[in-house]
C-alpha cells in the first residue's frame, strides 16, 4: 500500500513535468563547490521523495503532525536529532536524521575539513496554511561562529489528512486501519486521473485537497475495481484458449 502511494507522488511530479533531481533518488552525494551550499543540499534532500517514510514524505508527516498539534513553526536540529517544541519529537520528522548527518560528514570529507567543523545545523520551519505549504531555512554553523544560510524553500504536502498521520501504538491498529489505507490509495488514484485528463494544465493541489477526496475516491475505486475485472478477464480467457 505505501508502495502504492509512493508511486503516485512521483506520477504526480512526473506530470506535473517537474524534474526528479539526482539528490531526490537513491544515488551518490550530488558534488558541491562549498560549504555555502550545503544548507540548501540537506534541504533538498530531507524534502525529497528519496526520504519517503511508511505513509509520506517529510513535508506529509511534518505538516500533518503539526497541523494536529496546532503549531506552525518548529526547529529541527540535525546534529542532536530533537525538534522543538518538544511534541513534535516524534519518530517519523527525526527518523531520516542520520542521513543528513552521513551527507554533512561526507561533505567535510570532500571538502576537506575535520568532522567537527560544523557545530550545529538547524532547519527553520514555518506552516503556511493558507498556501497549503511548508518553508524551511537551514542554517549551519561552524567551530568558529561563522553562519552558513540556505535559501529559504518552500514544499507542498502531498496528503492533507492528519487522522491518516496519527500516530498510533500497535495496539491501536484494527480494521479500521486498513480501511482508511484501502479509501487513501482511492482518492490518490482519483486525484492523478482528474489530474492527467486535465493535463497538467491545473495545479495537483486542485484536485487533491480536503473538498475533493470524496469524488477522488469514487473515481479512483472505479478505476482499481475496473482493472481488476480487466484483470480476471484476461486471465480467464487466457485458461479458456487453453
Known amino acids: 500500500m505505501n508502495l502504492l502511494i509512493k508511486c503516485s507522488i512521483l506520477i504526480s511530479n512526473y506530470l506535473s513535468c517537474k524534474t526528479i533531481k539526482k539528490y531526490e533518488l537513491p544515488s551518490a552525494l550530488p558534488h558541491i563547490n562549498s560549504i555555502q551550499e550545503l544548507p540548501n543540499l540537506l534541504t533538498e534532500q530531507y524534502f525529497s521523495i528519496d526520504f519517503f517514510y511508511e505513509k509520506g514524505t517529510m513535508a506529509d508527516w511534518i505538516w500533518n503532525i503539526a497541523i494536529e498539534k496546532g503549531h506552525t513553526e518548529l526547529v ?32 567535510l570529507k570532500d571538502k576537506g575539513k575535520p568532522s567537527g567543523f560544523i ?5 527553520q520551519i514555518q506552516l503556511h496554511e493558507k498556501e497549503n505549504t511548508l518553508s524551511c531555512l537551514a542554517i549551519l554553523t561552524d567551530a568558529k561562529g561563522k553562519k552558513y544560510v540556505g535559501s529559504k524553500q518552500s514544499f507542498h504536502p502531498h496528503n492533507n489528512d492528519p487522522k491518516w498521520f496519527k500516530i498510533q501504538s500497535k495496539h491501536d ?32 493541489n486542485t484536485f487533491y485537497n480536503q473538498k475533493e477526496l470524496t469524488k477522488n475516491a469514487v473515481i479512483g475505486t ?6 481488476l475485472v480487466i484483470t480476471f478477464y484476461i486471465l480467464y480467457t487466457l485458461t479458456q484458449s487453453s
Open 76 to 107: 529541527i536540529d540535525i546534529l542532536q536529532s530533537t525538534v522543538s517544541p518538544k511534541d513534535l519529537n516524534l519518530k517519523p520528522i527525526v527518523i531520516q536524521l542520520p542521513k543528513l548527518k552521513k551527507t554533512i560528514q561526507e561533505t
Open 119 to 123: 557545530t550545529e545545523v538547524t532547519f
Open 173 to 204: 491498529r484494527n480494521w479500521q486501519n486498513s480501511a482508511d489505507n484501502s479509501m487513501n490509495t482511492s482518492e490518490w488514484f482519483g486525484a492523478i486521473i482528474r489530474y492527467a485528463t486535465h493535463l497538467g494544465k491545473r495545479k495537483f
Open 222 to 227: 472505479v478505476f482499481q475495481v475496473s482493472v
